[in-house]
């Protein structure tokens, strides 16, 4: 089992920045990949940006140069560099953790960009 707590989230400024954060507990030993995911009203869950455990990303077109997605793994915790936002990226942002089988999500945090 893997418990995720998610952080960082809030209302700012178009242009502006926040950087959220995923503390990971429990087997963390054993999760592959960590993802951020979000929803915004209306909307189907889409992958914002992954991480896998040698260090590989992968970036939605949407984001790409703006976000940047890191881990730190002797803090079990992954981040989520938001730079540039735009009213666009307003959604609840979740983390996600995949192990061999299961995948494990947080209980998300509200991202709110005004225009």
């Known amino acids: 089992q893997v418990q995720l707590v998610e952080s960082g989230g809030g209302l700012v400024q178009a242009g502006g920045s926040l950087r959220l954060s995923c503390a990971a507990s429990g087997s963390t030993a054993s999760i592959s990949f960590m993802a951020w995911y979000r929803q915004a009203p209306g909307k189907q869950r889409e992958l914002v940006a992954r991480t896998g455990s040698g260090g590989s990303t992968y970036y939605a077109d949407s984001v790409k140069g703006r976000f940047t997605i890191s881990r730190d793994n002797a803090k079990n915790t992954m981040y989520l560099q938001m730079n540039s936002l735009t009213p666009e990226d307003t959604a609840v942002y979740y983390c996600?953790?995949?192990?061999?089988?299961?995948?494990?999500w947080g209980q998300g945090t509200q991202v709110t960009v005004s225009s």
């Open positions: 996600n953790a995949k192990l061999t089988i299961v995948s494990y």
